[in-house]
C-alpha cells in the first residue's frame, strides 16, 4: 500500500516511464535489455527460457479478433450510416495486452488513436515500417472521371454526394442484383449450418462475390508485415459470436478455408467487364 502513489512503479505507459531518472534506452531492437523491447526480442527472451512463444502469440491473436467482434454491431451501423465506400474507411487499433504469472493474455485497453511518435532509434525502426506497411495497405482507390458524379437517386440510399464505382449495384444487370440477394438470403436464414453446407458458397460465385474475393486477394498481397487474423482458415469458429451472421463473412471464411495452403490453386477469376455486368 504504500507505494501506490509511486506512478513509475505501477505503470508501463512509455510516456511516463521514460521520465524516470532511472529508465533504460534500448537502440537494438533484438536485444533483450532496457524498459522498451520489441515483439520479437521478447518472443526470444521468452523461446530461451522455454517457453513456447507461438501458443501466446496464438492467444493473443484469438482474443483481438473476439475483441473486435464485440464491438461489430456498432461499428456495422456507422459504416452503414456514413460509408458508401468500404475502401475509403480504414482505422490503425493500438491494443495493450497483459500477460498473467500463467502467460495468459489480457486486453486491458484498446487505442483508437496509438501514439505514433518515434523518440527513439527503436520506435523509428518499429513504427517507420509498420506505417509504410499500413499505408501500403491500405491503399487508396482514385474513382474514374465519369464516376465522380453523384449516381441517380433511385440507385442510391446515401444523401451524400459520394463518387460512384463499377461495383455499383446500380450498374448491374438487375438478374445479377437479384441472384446476389437471393444467394445472400439462401447463407443467411439457415438455422443450424453445417460446414458442409456453409462450403457450398464457393460452388457458383457471384460478380459480387469475385469482387469482394479479388478485393481481399489484393488486400493481402500488399500486407507487408501485418498478418492477417480475420478472414483465415480457422476463422469458421468465430462465426458464431456475430450478433447476426453477415455472408461475406462466410464466403471470405470458406475461400481461406479451401485455397489458404495453395493460393495459386485458387485463383480468383477475372472480373466480368462493365457491358457484362
Avoid at 464485440?70 to 456514413?82: D, G, Q
Avoid at 502467460?103 to 520506435?123: A, G, M, Q, Y
Avoid at 464516376?147 to 463518387?163: F, K, Q, R, V, W
Wanted: aromatic share 10%.
Amino acid at each position: 500500500m504504500k507505494s501506490l502513489g509511486n506512478k513509475f512503479m505501477h505503470l508501463t505507459n512509455y510516456s511516463v516511464n521514460k521520465k524516470n531518472a532511472e529508465y533504460q534506452a534500448n537502440a537494438d531492437e533484438m536485444a533483450c535489455q532496457g524498459h522498451k523491447w520489441a515483439l520479437k526480442a521478447l518472443w526470444n527472451y521468452l523461446s530461451q527460457k522455454g517457453v513456447n512463444s507461438d501458443a501466446i502469440w496464438e492467444k493473443i491473436k484469438d482474443v483481438v479478433v473476439k475483441t473486435i467482434i464485440s464491438s461489430e454491431p456498432y461499428v456495422t451501423s456507422l459504416l452503414k450510416m456514413y460509408v458508401r465506400r468500404p475502401y475509403s474507411c480504414h482505422e490503425l487499433f493500438g491494443f495493450d495486452i497483459m500477460l498473467d504469472e500463467n502467460l495468459k493474455p489480457w486486453v486491458l485497453e484498446v487505442n483508437i488513436s496509438p501514439s505514433l511518435h518515434s523518440s527513439s532509434p527503436l520506435d523509428i525502426s518499429i513504427k517507420g515500417q509498420m506505417i509504410r506497411d499500413l499505408l501500403n495497405l491500405a491503399g487508396f482507390v482514385l474513382p474514374n472521371a465519369e464516376d465522380i458524379i453523384s449516381s441517380p437517386s433511385s440507385c442510391s440510399s446515401s444523401t451524400t454526394s459520394l463518387p460512384t464505382s463499377p461495383g455499383d449495384k446500380c450498374r448491374m444487370a438487375p438478374e445479377h442484383v437479384t441472384a446476389q440477394k437471393m444467394k445472400k438470403a439462401y447463407y443467411l436464414t439457415q438455422k443450424i449450418p453445417d460446414q458442409d453446407f456453409y462450403a457450398s458458397v464457393l460452388d457458383v460465385l457471384t460478380p459480387d462475390d469475385v469482387r469482394i474475393l479479388v478485393e481481399m486477394e489484393d488486400e493481402f498481397s500488399r500486407r507487408g508485415q501485418f498478418e492477417r487474423i480475420f478472414p483465415s482458415h480457422i476463422s469458421s469458429r468465430y462465426l458464431r459470436f456475430f450478433e447476426q451472421p453477415r455472408y461475406f463473412n462466410i464466403l471470405t471464411t470458406q475461400w481461406e478455408q479451401k485455397y489458404h495452403g495453395n493460393k495459386l490453386k485458387g485463383d480468383v477469376p477475372s472480373l466480368p467487364s462493365e457491358s457484362q455486368v
